[in-house]
């Protein structure tokens, strides 16, 4: 009798965690500033080998069962490995906190870091095959961050040298997050009315769609450094002409090229997604409207438009996405954002310090599409 392998996916990831073990758990190091030494799992707890054979064999096994309760096991097994890595990151700390000077940081290690995000692959994985539901997909994915989450709020991560980092700047880190929102928002807004603008209009006259989309696609292939640079000067010279464009905050640099060069990246992910959209709304849908005597205008916001909501919410996700990951670069020219403490934490060679740019960065970017695959997903839920 054959054995067959269910899920080769898990396997991968059993395998990859396997190797992980030869990475550090966390790095112990005497300041901020130096790199420190490397610290294994089995040597913070020497006295628990047992559990680290276990779990990989739990997971090995149900690799190879076909029905559907191995999937829920695999999400459930999956979902308290990573929070215990989470716990056992901030307990080594804390350790470590005890026995150190209090200048000495204990950072995640390579190890635990490929660990974390091999459970949260698993986890994924065993959502995917368990259903189909958007919706439940997408609570399924949210209730894994619930205990960390706690953990975090109950300061039992507190010693690690990322939040005593935090702690240290955390005047900083809220003014780099509100200057980050004003650049996600002030992209946004105007991006959401001159992309609408223009997709109706290329929607409307199908002719017009291919120059537009040309300089949309040169507009977009022009990297990101060289579009806010090529700015400055424009806007510098503006200003020098027109004194009163300094009064209400319109430079050479900081927020106004940001916003500018921001905005012109959103505009082609945008248009496409509202001519795609309406383009995908059914005809014989707007013939049975015009037929119950709607007017055209009634067609477009009652027909059209709900029709081709999802489609337009997608571009905008990515948009969303797109914007929170440039926007760090827009720091290079005084900006300000995350991207700040990204390249301060660069310049200084401190790593804490650029994480904590680099991390809440991602978290954001997380969130938005979370918040976006939501409304999407309730708009599939409601649908017929």
């Not at 935090?166 to 003014?175: G, K, L």
């Not at 991006?191 to 209009?201: E, I, S």
Request: with cysteine; net charge positive.
């Amino acid at each position: 009798m054959s054995i067959r392998c269910h899920n080769r996916v898990l396997l991968l990831l059993v395998a990859l965690a396997l190797a992980a073990a030869l990475l550090p758990f966390v790095n112990y190091a005497p300041n901020r500033l130096v790199s420190g030494e490397s610290r294994a799992l089995w040597q913070i707890w020497p006295h628990s080998p047992a559990l680290w054979l276990v779990v990989p064999l739990l997971f090995l096994a149900l690799c190879f069962l076909p029905w559907r309760w191995p999937l829920v096991a695999t999400l459930a097994l999956a979902e308290l490995c990573f929070i215990v890595l989470v716990w056992g990151a901030g307990k080594a700390a804390t350790d470590l906190a005890q026995t150190g000077s209090t200048l000495a940081r204990t950072s995640i290690g390579s190890g635990l870091w490929l660990w974390l995000a091999l459970a949260l692959l698993a986890c994924s994985d065993a959502i995917r095959r368990l259903t189909v539901n958007p919706l439940w997909r997408w609570l399924l994915q949210a209730q894994i961050w619930l205990v960390p989450l706690l953990l975090l709020h109950l300061g039992a991560l507190n010693h690690l040298s990322l939040m005593k980092e935090y702690a240290n700047r955390q005047d900083v880190f809220n003014d780099a997050l509100a200057q980050h929102l004003v650049l996600l928002l002030g992209t946004l807004l105007p991006a959401l009315l001159l992309g609408g603008a223009l997709g109706l209009w290329c929607y409307r006259h199908p002719a017009r769609q291919a120059p537009v989309f040309t300089v949309l696609n040169v507009i977009q292939t022009v990297p990101s450094v060289a579009l806010f640079g090529l700015l400055i000067a424009p806007l510098a010279g503006l200003v020098a002409h027109f004194p009163a464009l300094s009064r209400i905050g319109i430079a050479g640099t900081g927020l106004t090229p940001a916003l500018i060069a921001l905005v012109l990246y959103a505009l082609l992910p945008l248009v496409r997604g509202v001519v795609a959209g309406l383009n995908q709304v059914p005809r014989d849908v707007l013939e049975s409207a015009a037929g119950m005597g709607m007017s055209a205008r009634q067609r477009f916001f009652q027909v059209r438009l709900p029709l081709a909501l999802p489609v337009l919410l997608r571009s905008l996700r990515v948009v969303t996405v797109q914007t929170v990951g440039m926007a760090v670069i827009a720091a290079l020219i005084g900006a300000g954002g995350f991207g700040a403490l990204v390249f301060q934490g660069l310049l200084s060679s401190a790593l804490d310090l650029v994480l904590l740019g680099v991390i809440p960065t991602i978290a954001l970017a997380v969130v938005v599409d979370a918040l976006f695959g939501l409304w999407i997903a309730l708009l599939k839920v409601k649908q017929p």
